[in-house]
């Protein structure tokens, strides 16, 4: 066995999840090969954290959860209110004291009725949370850009294939950035922002999906006093960018100083970024739930 | 149980799966809710029939099938002929004496080192073939057209949720058809062929999936003295074409009727159509292995 391979052995076997209304251990939860999810990528899901044992922003995911399903032609088969009480429930379930990331999904199931979903199939995964390498947040990541658009940017599908067969095994890049026609809109799994002489860039709602920590991010940064603009950057802007930061439940806060083959500012993580993630860990407290 | 779930139910209740080494009844096979094709949408297939119980073109849709895995950088755990032997085996498994839809399956496990999956889980589904209603080949069908590329042409993925998001439900289209700027390319899991001004029209290789009925058609078309030519028609020439129609395995050869709200030719299925879907099925038996 692997390093990595016993690594995900042992989340998984600390791991649980609701499936069919009842709370399994991880590795006994499997869905059937029939599912559209399976067969034809019919899927939604969202993500969230706990700090203290306690979830972030739980209605805003949970508000997102239900948009994403709706857009793609899907009704959860419960209630909001019955899907953060599985939630709290199955964190309190979690053994040890480690911070829980919790993934509601919801697939297709096995009937489409011309591209609607009369069955789908809800689980929520409950995983000890995963640090991110130290040296993510002391050296900076690299991000490797695309020239598409995220598919169905309003929605949080379970589509991540484009960004997996671009970096095709190069681990010197952390994340893909979708660059359309050379606009900066959103890596795989985080927003993106730049600071450009003095101002905090991000792309607008209307191009990438509503992300709960950018929002956390700009409520702070508009409260610290920093200049923002939501618009979305173009590539050559990177030229006079002092900083780019992704943004992302998991990652909080983390800088990145290469975007394919272009440095960003010096090549080092700025103080924008700093002060962005150190206002963000301390003001953890006000959107936990 | 509505009549669609019914359907649903005998057809899963008479096909198998080949799955960890064995064949067992559909209703039984079920993947980990860990796998990435559940996560995060990884996963390829191939998708071969059967004509009096015996593989249609099953080579072509073998090495299709290791292609589409290499471009998602996935290596199956067998070689193309256990896989070949596995089909074989599968079909001769299944009760009665319908002919079988075979659909092996290549998903991307648990684990992703950097967009390359080095535990890939294999599957194959064998199922009844069912026929498309009669009305399908007399009437015709409508394509739904969508303004995008398909994602990765070249690769036979799992990823639906596009054409899917775009029917919602809206059963008067059979299909959707991707038009990026404006350019005929390929259904969602169809060839398209335009007969204009007596010349037969299809997108070339380099653009499409390289589709195995496509190919066959083309043979025979070329056979027959139909003049061909291998390029992307623009919408705008739908005004002048006579004839439309959809190849696959499946359809094997459907008449198309209209593409969102134009009409091809009269709006009726075409001589050059019908010919050809007569021709295909006269020539069946130089394809089965």
């Not at 789908?120 to 947040?137: I, K």
């Not at 002391?138 to 169905?152: I, K, Y």
């Not at 101002?199 to 607008?204: E, F, H, K, S």
Request: proline residues 8%; glycine residues 6%; negative net charge.
């Amino acid at each position: 066995m692997t390093e990595t391979n016993q690594f995900l052995s042992e989340v998984i076997s600390m791991s649980i999840c609701y499936l069919n209304g009842t709370y399994v251990p991880l590795r006994e939860a499997c869905l059937p090969v029939t599912d559209l999810a399976i067969q034809r990528g019919i899927g939604v899901f969202d993500s969230l954290r706990t700090y203290g044992r306690r979830p972030f922003a739980l209605t805003p995911h949970l508000e997102r959860f239900f948009a994403s399903a709706e857009q793609v032609h899907m009704t959860p088969p419960l209630s909001m209110d019955e899907l953060r009480r599985i939630i709290r429930e199955g964190i309190s379930r979690m053994d040890g004291d480690s911070e829980v990331l919790v993934r509601p999904y919801l697939t297709g199931g096995d009937e489409n009725r011309n591209g609607t979903f009369p069955s789908p199939r809800l689980f929520v995964l409950f995983e000890p949370v995963r640090r991110f390498d130290d040296r993510c947040y002391q050296d900076g990541v690299a991000l490797l850009p695309l020239p598409q658009p995220r598919p169905h940017p309003s929605v949080k599908t379970i589509d991540y294939l484009a960004p997996s067969v671009a970096k095709g095994g190069r681990a010197e890049f952390f994340e893909a950035l979708y660059c359309p026609d050379g606009e900066i809109t959103e890596a795989a799994s985080s927003s993106v922002f730049l600071a450009i002489e003095g101002v905090l860039v991000t792309a607008p709602l209307s191009r990438v999906l509503s992300s709960i920590t950018r929002q956390v991010v700009l409520t702070l940064a508009r409260e610290s006093g920093f200049s923002v603009e939501e618009r979305t950057p173009r590539l050559e802007e990177l030229r006079i960018a002092q900083e780019c930061f992704l943004a992302s439940s998991m990652k909080e806060v983390m800088p990145v100083i290469r975007i394919g083959n272009i440095l960003v500012g010096n090549g080092r993580p700025g103080p924008a970024t700093r002060r962005l993630h150190h206002l963000f860990l301390q003001n953890v407290e006000r959107w936990l739930d």
